[in-house]
């Protein structure tokens, strides 16, 4: 059974770091690409960034680029956004995903399988 | 960049048809993704690829993407159906994924 747990979420200050993981189990990691998608309270679901199955590729939502980071450790199975100079609008539940296709390059596939998210709260 | 458009809001009888449309730039030439999300939970992949139904979702879901509209059909409603939905695409020219803005489903 595919599970996908995040976790570090929390409440921090404008202008301050913070560090999300999520485990995988159930599959093969490394065959995958993987991806973050928020959702801010009561608003719609929006892809924030993608890794692909080896680093190769790293892509981000144009609202991030510059202050997020994310990168994966195949050995542990974990995919990790760091997250700097946060705004109160990256406030949101981060949902950890699971790309459909093996191997395959940005955009070939969808989001097959989704952890519970995590919750970022950035205010003062 | 690429911009989505769907309806807020889709009211449906109990066993009647419920039809949510996805506005796109010359979306039939992508495909699309639709996912289903119930309150406190996380996205589930009701179809993908425009049509495809996954293993586990009922037949009364389909697609269809012709033009600058994509589809997703509802068949004979149930109660457990109402939850918001929401289309996906990949951007190539933005190499971003892009969500839909989102309908939500009511069930009356």
């Known amino acids: 059974e595919v599970q996908l747990v995040e976790s570090g979420g929390g409440l921090v200050q404008p202008g301050r770091s913070l560090r999300l993981s999520c485990a995988a189990s159930?599959?093969?990691?490394?065959?995958?690409?993987m991806h973050w998608v928020r959702q801010a309270p009561g608003k719609g679901l929006e892809w924030v960034s993608g890794?692909?199955?080896?680093?190769?590729?790293?892509d981000y939502a144009d609202s991030v680029k510059g202050r997020f980071t994310i990168s994966r450790d195949n050995a542990k199975n974990s995919l990790y956004l760091q997250m700097s100079s946060l705004r109160a609008e990256d406030t949101a539940l981060y949902y950890c995903?699971?790309?459909?296709?093996?191997?395959?390059?940005?955009?070939?596939?969808?989001?097959?399988?989704w952890g519970q998210g995590t919750l970022v709260t950035v205010s003062s | 960049s690429y911009v989505l458009t769907q309806p807020p809001s889709v009211s449906v009888a109990p066993g009647k048809t419920a039809r949510i449309t996805c506005g796109g730039n010359?979306?039939?030439?992508?495909?699309v993704h639709w996912y289903q999300q119930k309150p406190g939970q996380a996205p589930v992949l009701v179809i993908s690829?425009?049509?495809d139904r996954p293993s586990g979702i009922p037949e009364r879901f389909s697609g269809s993407n012709s033009g600058n509209t994509a589809t997703l059909t509802i068949s004979r409603v149930e109660a457990g159906d109402e939850a918001d939905y929401y289309c996906?695409?990949?951007?190539?020219?933005?190499?971003?994924?892009?969500f839909g803005t989102g309908t939500k489903v009511t069930v009356l």
């Open positions: 890794i692909t199955w080896k680093s190769g590729r790293i």
């Open positions: 690829y425009d049509s």
């Open positions: 995903a699971k790309d459909s296709m093996v191997a395959a390059p940005p955009g070939v596939g969808y989001f097959d399988y």
């Open positions: 159930g599959f093969t990691f490394g065959d995958y690409a």
């Open positions: 996906q695409v990949w951007d190539s020219s933005g190499d971003h994924y892009v």
């Open positions: 010359n979306i039939g030439s992508q495909g």
